[in-house]
Each structure stands twice: as structure tokens, then as C-alpha cells.
């Protein structure tokens, strides 16, 4: 965890390794203490432990690996996902609930029910999503507070 | 309610220490989609799932859900007790599936 306090705000960044389950959900947990610790509104909290859980597991599940890098400002929470690839064919298709391109194996243990975009579009104020097959996909979501 | 009421009245069995048995339990939720539950569960829940694997203390985490309850006695990984009982999250068993879970909870008062 890469922790500044300047005048921008604070800076959280996680790396986010491929297939690692285990370890899957422990960057939005670390956000969500350092919110509390904050005394951020709970349920600025609650939407940001979504959205960045949703990234969270999206990097896990579907990319090669990536970072989470969250901006705590005066007014605002900035959250950045990006990964190394593979990219997504669809990005209409993949903003569709219910869509998912996870393997049988993933959804069994609950995952991949293609609510991962959704809800990370649902939860915050401003979703932004740039993706290319072949390329790397990158997120940006803004919670104001 | 508090989760140790789920102990002590409802008869399921603690599979973590001692930890959260004082928190409150507003509510219960049954689901099995990780993404689903983040979505729709709210504070204080009781989430009833058939999913033991460690991500499912996760979400109970970030949910600030009351505890988790493993119906009809499946095996949990010992790698998720393990990191519930680091988290505080209650983890609890029963025989019972989740149409008797929730008539516990009815029979006890929460409607």
C-alpha cells in the first residue's frame, strides 16, 4: 500500500494478482478501513467497497493482473482499475447484467454472474470505461462525497 | 436480535470464536451470487450461502453483514474460518436448509 497525504488528497494503490482468489477482496477491504478510519459517510463507504470490490474481482477473474489506485479528496473518491490485458471484446455487451464470459468452474463459486460492470456503473456517480480486445481495459469511477 | 442469539437459541453451531456474536441481526439474506449479494444484501444481514470458499468473508466484510450462515452442515474451508475469525465475522452451521433457517428467524419474531 503506497500511502501520501498532500494536497491532492491520499493516494491507495494495490497491485491485483491473476487467480488469486485467496487474496481477492483485500484491497477493497483496506479501502474500506481507511474510509472508516476517516470518518467517511457509511454509506459513501458501502459504494466504494462495491465498486471496488467488483474491480477487484474483475482483475482477478478475467485479466493478466492489475493495480487499484484510489484518490481520497476533500469532495470526492476517485478509484482507477487498470490492467494488462487481454482486453474485452464488447464493452457494450460486457455493461450488460447478466453477461458474463467467466468459465463454468468461476461461477460455481459464485462468481461471474455478469453484475461486475453494473454494479460498479450503479454505485458511483461516474463510470468510465476504455477497453480494447487485445489491449488493456481501464476504469475510472468517481463517488462524490 | 444478536448473532448469539443464533447460538444459544437457534442451536447452530459457531464455527469461528467468539468475535461479532454480540452484533445485531437486522435481517436475513439467501444467496449464492457473490455479485448479487454485494448488490442487494444490506447492513446487519444474516447471508445464508452454500459458497465456503474465503472470498465469501469478503463480502460479509465489506457488507458489514451480522454473520454468515452455512446451511445443511456443508464443509467449510478451514482457509475461511481462518480468515473469518482474523475479520471478526461470525461463521455459522446448521443442518437445517435455507427454508429452515428462515423459519427459525419467522418463529423467533423477525417478520
Known amino acids: ?145 | 436480535m444478536i448473532v448469539k442469539d443464533l447460538v444459544e437459541k437457534f442451536n447452530f453451531k459457531l464455527l469461528t470464536e467468539r468475535d461479532g456474536l454480540e452484533k445485531s441481526v437486522d435481517g436475513v439474506y439467501c444467496c449464492d451470487l457473490l455479485s448479487w449479494v454485494m448488490s442487494h444484501a444490506k447492513n446487519n444481514d444474516a447471508w445464508i450461502t452454500v459458497q465456503t470458499h474465503v472470498n465469501v468473508v469478503a463480502v460479509a466484510s465489506l457488507l458489514n453483514l451480522s454473520c454468515v450462515i452455512i446451511p445443511e452442515s456443508i464443509e467449510v474451508d478451514e482457509d475461511t474460518i481462518a480468515k473469518a475469525k482474523k475479520e471478526g465475522i461470525p461463521i455459522l452451521s446448521t443442518d437445517l436448509n435455507a427454508y429452515g433457517i428462515f423459519s427459525k428467524f419467522y418463529e423467533a419474531g423477525m417478520r
Open chain 1, 1 to 145: 500500500m503506497d500511502s501520501n497525504k498532500n494536497n491532492i488528497g491520499i493516494k491507495l494503490e494495490y497491485e491485483v494478482k491473476k487467480d488469486d482468489f485467496t487474496r481477492a477482496g483485500e484491497a477493497s477491504s483496506n479501502i474500506k478501513k481507511v474510509l472508516r478510519q476517516l470518518g467517511i459517510d457509511s454509506d459513501v463507504i458501502r459504494r466504494t467497497a462495491i465498486a471496488t470490490y467488483e474491480a477487484e474481482i474483475n482483475i482477478v477473474i478475467h485479466s493478466e493482473g492489475g493495480t487499484i489506485t484510489v484518490y481520497i479528496k476533500p469532495d470526492r473518491i476517485e478509484m482507477i482499475a487498470e490492467d494488462s490485458g487481454p482486453g474485452i471484446e464488447d464493452v457494450r455487451l460486457a455493461m450488460q447484467e447478466g453477461f458474463s464470459t467467466a468459465s463454468n468452474k468461476i461461477r460455481e463459486l459464485g462468481f461471474g454472474a455478469g453484475m461486475g460492470l453494473p454494479n460498479m456503473k450503479k454505485y458511483t456517480d461516474e463510470f468510465y470505461i476504455d477497453s480494447q480486445k487485445g489491449g488493456s481495459t481501464t476504469v475510472k469511477m468517481t463517488i462524490y462525497i
